[in-house]
């Protein structure tokens, strides 16, 4: 049977949608929000659960990049090495004779990185909603139900941003294993280094970078552990309180010792025990999207509630995301206090 009344079957399903989308624009109608005047004063809305959230946005860390690659099951990129003689096996002598000029080439190859899919449901039965008007609940189930669902994306994608994923097929920021690892660099949490310390591990960390980085470049971004961000915060004279602090020390002695102008601190939890054995770590990098950069090839993406029989609906979302991918890890460094 094609047809239910005068609709196709299609039909019938595109108009349950519509008409479940209006009636649950107006949640008064299944007696999902009331007012209640009783003895009891209910107060309006619900307490929600709280996460650990960073500082900031996400793309304060990482670059990201919304809907490239949607659907596909990677993402490629090309990647080009020059090769061939040096710059001075191009001097000539002339009068020498012909075909003795200097060559150049390329080599050309690619990376890839894996792209996740992600999808996530939640249902509306009829039970809940008949409970919902019987109890006068005052606030609605089916918001809190896509605050839930979208929280849940929210705090994977944070999580994933750092750490990567569990099953380690996706790397974050803080652990990609193609980064080198520098356990000499800093003797003890930063917050707790005598002034000459803080001068003397902006100057050998720049110059470590710099080398690592095969001379090339230098970091304009130290992220380092929320539990160490309040020793920088002190000042720096004991004596006299009211001047600069070591955060502000720091970040003048990283620009003095070659640092580009736009050298900042950032920090998250994840760095309390990212480190070797789960000590802290500390990064030097550069955030470029040259350097590395997130993929989100299709962001979260709800779709309305739809009927799948006589009593219950649901919702359904997706989204696409890849792990951080480090695409020159000569340009950042990780730096582990193992004391």
Do not use: C
């Amino acid at each position: 049977m094609s047809e239910i009344g005068l609709l196709s079957k299609e039909e019938y399903k595109n108009q349950f949608r519509i008409n479940n989308a209006v009636a649950f624009a107006n949640p008064a109608n299944y007696g999902l929000e009331k007012t209640l005047s009783t003895l009891t004063q209910i107060v309006a809305g619900v307490q929600r659960q709280k996460f650990y959230t960073v500082d900031g946005a996400l793309t304060d860390y990482v670059p990201m990049e919304l809907g490239t690659g949607a659907y596909g099951q990677g993402l490629f990129q090309y990647t080009v090495a020059q090769v061939g003689d040096q710059f001075e096996t191009g001097i000539v002598q002339p009068g020498n004779g012909i075909n003795k000029d200097a060559n150049v080439d390329i080599v050309v190859d690619g990376i890839t990185i894996k792209n996740n899919f992600w999808r996530m449901k939640y249902q509306a039965t009829k039970e809940l909603v008949e409970m919902a008007r019987a109890n006068a609940v005052n606030f609605s189930y089916i918001e809190e139900q896509e605050t839930a669902r979208l929280k849940t994306y929210q705090l994977g994608i944070q999580k994933v941003t750092f750490l990567g994923t569990n099953d380690g097929l996706n790397t974050g920021l803080l652990n990609n294993s193609d980064v080198t690892i520098n356990t000499s660099l800093l003797p003890a949490a930063i917050g707790s280094l005598s002034v000459a310390q803080l001068f003397n591990f902006a100057q050998t960390a720049v110059s470590t970078f710099w080398a690592n980085s095969n001379n090339t470049t230098f970091p304009n971004t130290l992220l380092m552990p929320t539990q160490d961000l309040g020793g920088i915060a002190t000042p720096v004279s004991q004596t006299y309180p009211v001047g600069e602090t070591k955060r502000e020390l720091i970040e003048r002695a990283f620009k003095a010792a070659g640092a580009p102008q736009d050298f900042k601190i950032l920090h998250t939890a994840y760095n309390n025990a990212a480190g070797t054995g789960g000590t802290k770590r500390y990064v030097l990098y550069n955030r470029d999207p040259e350097v590395l950069k997130m993929y989100l090839p299709k962001p979260y993406t709800p779709y309305p509630l739809f009927p799948t029989g006589a009593l219950d609906m649901i919702s359904d979302a997706e989204a696409q995301f890849t792990g951080v991918w480090v695409k020159r890890p000569k340009e950042i460094l990780y730096v582990d206090v193992t004391a």
